[in-house]
């Protein structure tokens, strides 16, 4: 089947209207339009060209409604220049005397401002907001082009112009809208950053096009020189139809480039030189009137695009260092910030307290409802503190889940104002809570010094907040103890005898501060994963079965998930699951063997053994201290750490020899 081809498509026409102009231009350069055939279609296939040109342009916005009104205003400046020149050839050109000006000059004339309207609406919301301010660039350029053509055009042609002062407007018009076509090309290269799309190429060439040929024109015509229907009227047909391609080009998304450093001066600097020159060369040879205007004023214009380009430079600074003192997160100022207003209230000597958050649950919250709902909570957070600090003071987050105030208060005013801040970051919701904690110093008084006020109040948190850890762990500990007791009292006074041993071991081994906190602590908590099993089996008599025995196994699993339900105790938890490994490899839950088992897990272990054999049990007898050390003894590499039985039967000897003393 034949492939139907759709002859209004915009391509296609546009093909046939390149290649009526190209017979045109063909006609015309070759002298062919001067007899026959060629004297026959040159007027005719000339109007036509630009009647098409200009209806080509017309049914874009009945076709494409994006930019319609632009297109709308080219095409009817081009209609009014198609029919100017229709008028003329078919009217006027026959006539002895042509009547100047004419209809056909209102017609030619009507092309500029409606152009000038079009691709203003063109340009509209189409450029770089940064470089919105070349503008200036364009104009510069437009006005030194603008001083040039007067140097080289006005004069001639106000000196040839005679009669009324119509026929003097008329003949200036033409190439006061030439000039105005050039500022339009290049302001829109200065407005777009000197980069295009097709649409704009087309439009923008269409224009120098015109004012090229016209320029060319009117010189030809001052100096009477210029001959119809020669290859330089080809011109007006070819800038109407680069328009009207234009409006059909499909608009393409443009990466605009914000111009830097030197080329932001290449074009305002370049073309006011071509300014200066002008004015320096009328010392020597005297130019017009209008030249010397338009070259003051792209003087003028640089002077100014050079205090705009200082406005912008000073107004970008400005808003790099707010941005730089300001957290992209929350909108409070940032550490920098504070340490800028904390060094200012410094040197003032201004009485100020300053004061440190650290917010606790932030990172449990962080794991169990995802980090955009952390950011949220920080936003939150910070909202609530700036609002409570603003009457006496700012907020400032330091970064991570740290917040900051400086607050211009007295000492009398400190511990309401570090209550009523300290209770803005905390937030209570199913399934988490969020409290802080902090430290506060009073400045100048407490010191003078930036990085000491500082380090204080650092010292000050982080004791708060060790003191808080502290008290959250004793009190999950003793409420676990508490449970232990009234379900086995027997069992509290195993565990007390055990970690009082273990942390004798532990002092042993020379172990630091913090590890014999968790040693202790460990071994106080063992066994409190024997809550779930059955009484019947704890105090059985007899040999245990394989499902009891099940039930022993994991009570390390089981004291393990209690433990980790307190965040405070989480670590400790991780300690008991391996109270009960074995150093071959045997023991349980995990099987793991050697150093693999937490050194602090083998101590709990060998001193549960010494114990577990020391008392008396439910199924045996106990046995003397003498022989459960032997029985230490012979299971050391075994079941049990060599280095941590000698430290037990040390620490047990030391004991006993204070008891005798």
Not at 145 to 151: C, I, K, Y
Not at 175 to 182: E, H, K, V
Not at 194 to 208: E, N
Request: charged letters at 20%; a negative charge; one cysteine or more.
């Amino acid at each position: 089947m034949r492939q139907f081809v759709n002859p209004f498509s915009p391509r296609l026409v546009g093909i046939l209207l390149g290649l009526s102009l190209a017979v045109y231009a063909g006609i015309a350069g070759f002298g062919l339009n001067k007899d026959g055939l060629g004297a026959a279609i040159d007027v005719p296939l000339y109007t036509a060209l630009e009647i098409a040109a200009a209806l080509f342009c017309l049914a874009r916005p009945l076709v494409r409604r994006e930019n319609w009104e632009a297109w709308l205003a080219v095409g009817l400046g081009m209609a009014f220049f198609a029919a100017g020149d229709f008028y003329f050839s078919f009217f006027l050109a026959a006539d002895e005397t042509v009547p100047y000006p004419s209809l056909a000059d209102a017609g030619y004339i009507g092309l500029y401002p409606l152009v000038y309207l079009g691709l203003g609406l063109l340009l509209r919301g189409r450029t770089l907001e940064e470089n919105r301010s070349f503008w200036l660039d364009g104009t510069i350029a437009g006005l030194a082009v603008a001083a040039v053509g007067s140097a080289l055009l006005f004069g001639t042609i106000v000196d040839t112009t005679g009669g009324a002062s119509l026929t003097v407007a008329t003949n200036l018009a033409y190439p006061l809208g030439d000039l105005g076509l050039l500022v339009i090309v290049l302001a829109t290269l200065g407005l777009t950053g000197w980069k295009i799309d097709r649409v704009w190429a087309c439009a923008l060439a269409g224009c120098a096009v015109f004012a090229v040929t016209d320029s060319v024109y009117l010189y030809q015509t001052a100096k009477e020189t210029y001959v119809q229907g020669t290859i330089l009227d080809a011109g007006w047909p070819l800038g109407l139809l680069l328009f009207a391609f234009g409006a059909w080009q499909p608009r393409r998304a443009i990466v605009h480039r914000r111009l830097e450093g030197f080329r932001v001066l290449v074009v305002p600097v370049g073309f006011g030189l071509v300014g200066l020159a002008l004015l320096v060369y009328d010392h020597f040879e005297r130019l017009n009137e209008t030249a010397l205007i338009f070259s003051t004023l792209a003087i003028a214009a640089v002077i100014g695009r050079m205090a705009l380009t200082f406005r912008e430079n000073a107004r970008l600074l400005r808003r790099s260092r707010t941005e730089a003192e300001t957290d992209a997160l929350t909108g409070l100022a940032n550490r920098r910030k504070l340490l800028g207003d904390l060094e200012e209230r410094l040197d003032a000597q201004a009485p100020t307290l300053l004061i440190l958050f650290d917010l606790d649950g932030f990172k449990a919250y962080n794991d169990a409802f995802g980090h955009p709902a952390g950011d949220a909570l920080l936003r939150r957070m910070a909202w609530k503190l700036a609002t409570a600090s603003e009457r006496f003071g700012r907020a400032y987050r330091m970064g991570g889940d740290e917040f900051c105030v400086l607050a211009t208060v007295d000492s009398a005013d400190r511990a309401a104002v570090v209550e009523m801040t300290t209770k803005a970051l905390e937030e209570e919701g199913e399934g988490f809570r969020i409290t802080s904690a902090c430290g506060a110093i009073m400045l100048p008084d407490e010191t003078s010094k930036l990085s000491e006020a500082l380090r204080i109040a650092d010292t000050r948190l982080y004791s708060n907040k060790d003191s808080r850890r502290a008290s959250a762990v004793r009190q999950s500990k003793d409420v676990l103890l508490s449970v232990l007791n009234e379900r086995d009292a027997e069992l509290r006074g195993h565990l007390n005898s055990v970690a009082r041993l273990a942390r004798a071991v532990g002092r042993r081994l020379e172990l630091p501060g913090p590890e014999l906190h968790d040693l202790g602590l460990a071994a106080e908590l063992h066994d409190v994963g024997k809550l779930a099993i059955p009484d019947t089996i704890l105090s059985k008599h007899d040999a245990l079965n394989e499902e009891e025995w099940h039930f022993i196994h994991r009570h390390t699993l089981v004291g393990e998930r209690i433990l980790s339900a307190a965040p405070s105790l989480a670590r400790i938890g991780r300690l008991v699951r391996s109270t009960h490994e074995r150093m071959d490899g045997l023991g349980y839950p995990d099987g793991l063997g050697g150093n693999e088992i937490p050194l602090l897990s083998r101590i709990i272990s060998a001193c549960d053994a010494f114990f577990a054999m020391t008392e008396e049990r439910p199924y045996r007898r106990a046995m003397a201290s003498e022989e459960a050390i032997a029985e230490l003894r012979r299971c050391a590499g075994a079941q049990f750490d060599p280095d941590v039985v000698e430290a037990l039967i040390g620490a047990y000897v030391d004991a006993e020899l204070e008891l005798v003393a």
